[in-house]
């Protein structure tokens, strides 16, 4: 592959990088949403207009849904810019700018590889024609390898294409400072300081970056001079930084429980092992991994199981060694390799298994790690290439076009297994993803189609793999009064009722039951359940629509004026106030929050109906405009 690429234009090579992007995404556009874009993208009240960026800054990720310690406001602002353009009814808008930031992520990684190159060899025309090539050798093989799908073709990892591209831009300008005189080097290092913050602010692995800064710093001796004017500019990048993290709302998730540290080197080990697998052999590629070494349905399975991961761990240890091994190489035959050796271990710490984490193995999570550690191999490649016989050199080549080839098929055809909610779950299950997690999303799934009787069994078999998880008890509750079983219901949302994170769903699940069961007025229960979350609006919304149903109005109006002046910056909050103002006779109030509500989401329709209908009557008669009553909104 290298030997065709000639002497082309810069602008033809980031044409192809392009284009090879969208060649193997392209069949992303017909998907869907699936997984975490429900919250991230569907229930986010901060996407829905312009006017809410600044809030977007304040608030952490999963504003309606989890607890989460992500704070990631670019990859939000993206969203937002995705939402005015396509609402939620064209996702191939949203798949489009996905591809389009990773597409740009390839085109900075080239930029990148190039400085790297040209900082560790000469100036020849010769040699600038070279790394001209392998440097996008390097990006085409980053932007069509098929390990980061769940980075590109997952809106809600949407996050690390962001990160990357700053990361690298970031890199580039800031290597490109090094060649300018200190005067005028400085918009670039300006620049350079800009994307690092903007890479952090996508994603919190972005601290990477500065790291691996100072580590090509170090590398380039000439420019240890730097050393103390990156220090004060990295001081304020990540004051910054600190400053927006740390001051932003967040609910904070339950602590959860540690891996001794004697079995973090072993799950280290396994990690190391299954990723240099998928990297090489990209053909079973799913979500929910899992490393660890847990009971399986019975005891020779579980035995088989861990016997397996034994395996792995000698692999990955042995994997270590080479990898050691090469470094100790290419310092002496490469150093520019050996530098992008150094770079993929700082990239890939956060991610070893080392540090805790919410799991064990994830393959969106070596989408940066991995392009320093395709540098690093075709620079490898390329000192090895002059001193190999005639015979070796074509057989690298032919096994390098038949990689490339292969990656480019399997990129396309996995992009079929994220089409939708059923086939992303299905195809995680059937590949090795199997958790009571995916069991509970299937079961949800199923209930929402109206099939009760499959959606209990997807729940029980959730149950059976993880009978200590809340969230499926609590799912599994709402399956069962859907179909009137009370006792099953109630002896589940008893289980549920355990976790304290969830104890305002369960009043409110409670309430239902009780209220289905008896028929007695649970509105007490409600508003014990509003108490227990003030800030969660689906849980307020509910007990205020009772307090309307209830023809109570003035309870209503208090709840209601309670939760927007803490939180005013949600559209359906308003909106139900517009509704509220017109149900109590007061159209000029009811035309205001019908436009606060529809400049809080730009495709609120019905509040703009709404407000056209009461400015109508206003024109029309003043009687008529001083008797609008009702609740013409549905919210249901």
Same mark, same amino acid.
């Given at each position: ?186 918009? =670039?290092? !300006?620049? /350079? #300081? $800009?994307?690092? *913050?903007? @890479?952090? %602010? ?7 970056? &500065? +790291? ?119 310092? =002496?035959? !490469?150093? /520019? #390799? $050996?530098?992008? *050796?150094? @770079?993929? %271990? ?7 298994? &080392? +540090? ?130 009370? @006792? ?12 304290p994170m969830l104890a305002a769903e369960c009043r409110q699940t409670r309430a239902v039951l ?119 909104l549905d919210f249901a």
């Open positions: 592959m290298i030997g065709v690429l000639k002497n082309l234009p810069r602008p033809v090579v980031v044409f192809i990088i392009i284009a090879a992007t969208f060649l193997v995404y392209a069949p992303a556009l017909r998907n869907g949403f699936v997984w975490d874009d429900t919250a991230l993208v569907l229930r986010d009240p901060l996407v829905r207009s312009w006017v809410l960026i600044p809030e977007g800054f304040r608030h952490f990720l999963f504003l309606d849904a989890t607890a989460s310690n992500f704070y990631r406001p670019l990859q939000r602002l993206t969203f937002v810019a995705d939402y005015q353009f396509y609402d939620f009814f064209r996702p191939w808008g949203w798949h489009l700018t996905s591809i389009g930031v990773h597409a740009a992520a390839a085109v900075a990684l080239f930029f990148l590889a190039l400085k790297i190159m040209r900082a560790a060899r000469g100036s020849t025309e010769s040699e600038r024609i070279s790394d001209d090539r392998w440097a996008l050798a390097a990006a085409l093989l980053w932007a069509i390898h098929p390990l980061h799908t769940s980075a590109v073709t997952y809106i809600s990892g949407r996050a690390d294409p962001l990160a990357a591209l700053f990361e690298f831009s970031g890199l580039a300008l800031a290597l490109a400072s090094l060649e300018k005189s200190p005067r005028a080097a400085w918009p =670039r290092s !300006a620049g /350079a #300081a $800009a994307c690092f *913050l903007a @890479a952090m %602010l996508s994603k919190e692995s972005g601290l990477v970056v &500065l +790291l691996i800064w100072f580590l090509i710093l170090a590398w380039r001796r000439e420019s240890w001079r730097m050393v103390g004017q990156w220090v004060a500019i990295t001081a304020c990048v990540v004051g910054i930084y600190c400053g927006l993290r740390f001051t932003a709302e967040k609910t904070p998730p339950p602590a959860s429980s540690s891996t001794p540290a004697a079995v973090r080197p072993i799950l280290a080990a396994r990690a190391w092992a299954g990723y240099a697998a998928l990297l090489v052999a990209p053909v079973n590629l799913h979500m929910e991994r899992d490393v660890g070494t847990h009971p399986k349905k019975d005891v020779p399975t579980t035995l088989h199981a861990a016997r397996l991961l034994e395996y792995q761990t000698l692999a990955g240890v042995l994997l270590f060694a080479g990898f050691a091994f090469w470094w100790t190489r290419a310092w =002496r035959n !490469a150093p /520019a #390799a $050996a530098l992008c *050796l150094g @770079a993929f %271990l700082i990239a890939y710490l956060p991610i070893s298994d &080392l +540090l805790p984490l919410n799991a064990t193995m994830a393959e969106h999570w070596l989408y940066v790690p991995s392009a320093f550690l395709f540098i690093a191999a075709l620079l490898t490649l390329r000192a090895w290439l002059p001193g190999a016989p005639a015979a070796g050199r074509i057989a690298a080549y032919s096994l390098g076009a038949a990689w490339y080839s292969f990656l480019v098929f399997r990129t396309a055809y996995q992009q079929h297994f994220w089409w939708d909610q059923r086939a992303f779950i299905t195809h995680t299950m059937e590949s090795g993803g199997d958790s009571a997690r995916m069991r509970m999303n299937l079961g949800a799934l199923e209930s929402a189609e109206g099939h009760n009787d499959v959606a209990l069994a997807r729940y029980r078999e959730a149950i059976e793999l993880s009978p200590d998880l809340p969230i499926v008890w609590l799912s599994y509750a709402s399956v069962l009064l859907r179909v009137r079983d009370f @006792a099953g219901a109630r002896r589940a949302l008893e289980k549920a009722e355990a976790s009780e209220h289905l069961e008896t028929g007695a007025d649970t509105g007490n229960v409600l508003r014990e359940a509003a108490e227990l979350a003030p800030k969660d609006w689906p849980i307020r919304q509910r007990y205020v629509e009772y307090l309307m149903e209830r023809n109570a109005p003035e309870a209503a109006l208090r709840e209601l004026r309670g939760f927007i002046e803490a939180h005013p910056f949600r559209g359906g909050s308003w909106k139900l106030l517009g509704a509220l103002l017109e149900q109590m006779r007061k159209p000029d109030l009811a035309i205001e929050a019908y436009r606060q509500a529809a400049e809080l989401d730009v495709h609120d329709e019905k509040s703009r109906a709404a407000l056209r209908r009461l400015e109508g009557l206003k024109n029309k008669s003043a009687r008529a405009f001083e008797t609008a009553a009702g609740n013409p």
